[in-house]
């Protein structure tokens, strides 16, 4: 089954900027797009971003417009997601995922099937 591992998370101070990164094995085509999503403190996961696998087309969530790019690499199975100006709100534990068969926007509206184990963010001065 499709494994993944983020990396990349850590502390900053608002208006900081931070890259996580996402590697995925035994990754095949049936996944047609893999994505990143957070989850805070007593509030529910959100999907925060997610891309197809194969045009680059992209969903963002309202509150990360503007300010999160993500970006993948199919070379080395790895999805980026840059993220700038950070905020005090955009403190959670993100992770990836990915699911069979579902495009960006499902992706992000449904959930993942497979997981990674997730990365800190703490955007704190």
């Known amino acids: 089954q499709v494994q993944l591992v983020e990396s990349g998370g850590g502390l900053v101070q608002p208006g900081g900027s931070l890259r996580l990164s996402c590697a995925a094995s035994?990754?095949?085509?049936?996944?047609?797009?893999i994505g990143w999503f957070r989850q805070a403190p007593g509030k529910e996961r959100e999907g925060v971003s997610c891309?197809?696998?194969?045009?680059?087309?992209?969903y963002y969530a309202d509150s990360v417009k503007g300010r999160f790019t993500i970006s993948r690499d199919n070379t080395k199975n790895t999805v980026y997601l840059q993220m700038n100006s950070l905020k005090p709100e955009d403190t959670a534990v993100y992770y990836c995922?990915?699911?069979?068969?579902?495009?960006?926007?499902?992706?992000?509206?449904?959930?993942?099937?497979?997981w990674g184990q997730g990365t800190q963010v703490t955007v704190s001065s």
């Open positions: 035994r990754f095949t085509l049936d996944y047609r797009a």
């Open positions: 891309i197809s696998r194969s045009d680059g087309s992209a």
């Open positions: 995922a990915t699911a069979k068969g579902l495009g960006p926007t499902p992706l992000c509206g449904t959930g993942g099937h497979f």
